[in-house]
C-alpha cells in the first residue's frame, strides 16, 4: 500500500511539472531574412533544437526559462521567457550577424605569364631604341655595340613583379550598448513591460547609455542583468520625459 502511494505521488508530481512548461513557437531573423540552422537551448531543461529551413521553431518552455540562441555566424544570444511569448501568434526572434576580423588577409599565389620574346623581336626593339639616340662610333660609352639591353630586359620583368593596388581594409561596425540590448531583448518587452512606443526605444536605450553601469552590463553579456538595469532605468526614465511635458 506504501509502494501505491508512492507511485501515485510521483505521477502527480510529474503530471505537475509537465503542466508547467508550454511548447514555445517562434522564428529567427537576421535583418528581413529568416534564418536556418540555429541551435535553440532551453538552459532551465537542457532540451534543444534547431531552427528549420524557413527559420521555424517549436521548443518546451516555461515562463522564467532562459533561451540561448546559438551559431558560429551570429551573436550569441539569451532570451528570458516571459508569459506575452505565449499569447502570440509567432515570437519573433532577432540575432546580429557576428563580426568578422579582418586582421590577416590571404592572398592566393598567382601565376605569372611572362611573355616570351623572340631573337627578332629583341633585335627590332634595339634597333628603334638605337635610331631614336644615334651613337658615336669613335666615343667609348661603357655600351657594347649590338648587345642586348640588360636595363630595358630587367625593367620589364621587375614590372610583372609589382604588387597591385593593396586591398582595403573593411572596417567593421563595432557592437555597443545599443546593439547589444536590440539584440538580446524582444521588442515586445519594450513595449509591454516597459510601455515604449516603438519609437522611443532608441531615445531610451540612449539615455540607458549615458549611465557608466551601461558598460558594465555590455560588458558581462548577461541578459538577466541587462532586464534589471532596463527596468531600474525605465523608471527614472519616465520621470524626466514626465518632467520635460510639464
Known amino acids: 500500500m506504501k509502494q501505491l502511494a508512492i507511485v501515485f505521488g510521483l505521477l502527480f508530481f510529474s503530471l505537475g511539472k509537465a503542466q508547467t512548461t508550454t511548447l514555445l513557437r517562434g522564428k529567427v531573423m537576421?535583418?528581413?531574412?529568416?534564418?536556418?540552422?540555429?541551435e535553440v537551448i532551453n538552459l532551465n531543461t537542457e532540451q534543444s533544437t534547431k531552427t528549420d529551413s524557413r527559420g521555424f521553431f517549436v521548443i518546451s518552455a516555461k515562463n522564467k526559462d532562459v533561451l540561448a540562441f546559438y551559431?558560429?555566424?551570429?551573436?550569441?544570444?539569451?532570451?528570458?521567457?516571459?508569459?506575452?511569448?505565449?499569447?502570440?501568434?509567432?515570437?519573433?526572434?532577432k540575432l546580429v550577424k557576428s563580426a568578422i576580423e579582418l586582421d590577416e588577409v590571404v592572398v592566393k599565389n598567382t601565376k605569372l605569364n611572362v611573355p616570351k620574346f623572340t631573337y627578332e623581336q629583341a633585335a627590332?626593339?634595339?634597333?628603334?631604341?638605337?635610331?631614336a639616340n644615334p651613337k658615336n662610333p669613335f666615343v667609348y660609352d661603357g655600351?657594347?655595340?649590338?648587345?642586348?639591353?640588360?636595363?630595358?630586359?630587367?625593367?620589364?620583368?621587375?614590372?610583372l613583379f609589382k604588387n597591385p593596388e593593396k586591398p582595403k581594409r573593411k572596417k567593421q561596425p563595432e557592437e555597443d550598448?545599443?546593439?547589444?540590448?536590440?539584440?538580446?531583448?524582444?521588442?515586445?518587452?519594450?513595449?509591454?513591460?516597459l510601455?515604449?512606443?516603438k519609437n522611443e526605444i532608441d531615445n531610451f536605450l540612449s539615455y540607458c547609455k549615458e549611465d557608466p553601469e551601461s558598460k558594465k552590463v555590455f560588458i558581462n553579456k548577461d541578459e538577466l542583468t541587462l532586464l534589471d538595469f532596463l527596468l531600474k532605468?525605465?523608471?527614472?526614465?519616465?520621470?524626466?520625459?514626465?518632467?520635460n511635458n510639464k
Open 30 to 38: 537576421s535583418d528581413t531574412l529568416a534564418v536556418s540552422g540555429i
Open 124 to 131: 627590332a626593339a634595339r634597333i628603334d631604341k638605337q635610331a
Open 195 to 197: 510601455g515604449l512606443q
Open 177 to 193: 550598448f545599443i546593439a547589444y540590448a536590440k539584440a538580446s531583448i524582444d521588442e515586445s518587452f519594450y513595449k509591454q513591460k
Open 143 to 159: 655600351t657594347i655595340t649590338n648587345g642586348m639591353d640588360i636595363n630595358e630586359i630587367g625593367r620589364k620583368i621587375i614590372s
Open 233 to 243: 532605468k525605465q523608471k527614472a526614465y519616465l520621470e524626466l520625459i514626465r518632467e
Open 71 to 93: 551559431s558560429k555566424e551570429y551573436i550569441f544570444k539569451k532570451v528570458v521567457v516571459i508569459p506575452e511569448y505565449f499569447k502570440m501568434e509567432l515570437w519573433e526572434v
